[in-house]
């Protein structure tokens, strides 16, 4: 079992949609979490790490279940600009961060 | 954007020759890292560093070496490249907090795409 797993998708979404994706690790002794973007043939970038409590950036809300060990990420009002594929990334205990594979969202118009 | 270079961008080798990838870096952050990204698999960890002349072994570590003389850089070496080292490398910093624990979240270059034939 992937310690990090995630839908790899394609979702293909309208623009205005909104669109959720699920992430479920492994390790209980996980101590951070977060979403990365990568856009086509570019770097991972830091969407926003993911607090126990929920936390929100604009149209992006991040929720983390600790008692069942997922993570989602919620895009409202989908933009063309949001096509990309998203990696949930968790920190384990030793401080080593652990990649999902992606989750590819594509925005049509 | 991090001040974070790579080079080669792109670099295709034959089967048994060496290669050194480089990671730069301006923003003096202390930890440096290298991962491969590979269809199927989320990024994976090959070796990192803590600081100039103290590294560490990670996921993916074997046929890897790697050095860091100076803050700035971090080299990645194949000393024998082989067709399964055919990849995406990054690399990546963050920087410490007190006591060691390196910070929250990682910058990461703009990629090398190594092809080995």
């Known amino acids: 079992r992937k310690e990090v797993e995630q839908d790899p998708g394609p979702f293909n979404v309208p623009e205005g949609a909104t669109v959720a994706f699920n992430c479920t690790y492994s390790n209980s002794a996980s101590q951070s979490f977060f979403w990365y973007r990568q856009d086509c043939r570019k770097e991972p970038k830091l969407l926003m790490s993911?607090?126990?409590s929920g936390n929100e950036d604009g149209r992006f809300t991040a929720q983390l279940n600790r008692a069942s060990q997922y993570i989602s990420l919620l895009i409202r009002d989908s933009k063309l600009s949001d096509s990309a594929t998203y990696l949930c990334v968790v920190r384990d205990n030793t401080d080593k961060l652990i990649f999902g594979t992606g989750t590819r969202l594509q925005v049509f118009p | 954007d991090a001040g974070i270079t790579q080079s080669p961008r792109h670099k295709v080798t034959e089967t048994g020759t060496p290669v050194t990838l480089r990671c730069h870096q301006t923003?003096?952050?202390?930890?440096m890292y290298w991962y491969r990204q590979d269809p199927g698999h989320g990024l994976r960890l090959i070796h990192y560093?803590?600081?100039?002349?103290?590294?560490d072994k990670g996921e993916v570590s074997d046929g890897y070496s790697v050095s860091r003389s100076k803050t700035e850089d971090f080299l990645l070496t194949l000393e024998s490249a082989t067709s399964s080292q055919t990849s995406v490398y990054f690399c990546a910093i963050s920087e410490s907090l007190a006591g060691g624990r390196s910070y929250n979240e990682q910058f990461f270059g703009p990629g090398t795409r190594l092809t080995v034939l």
């Open positions: 560093s803590y600081g100039v002349k103290d590294t």
């Open positions: 993911v607090y126990s």
């Open positions: 923003e003096n952050h202390r930890y």
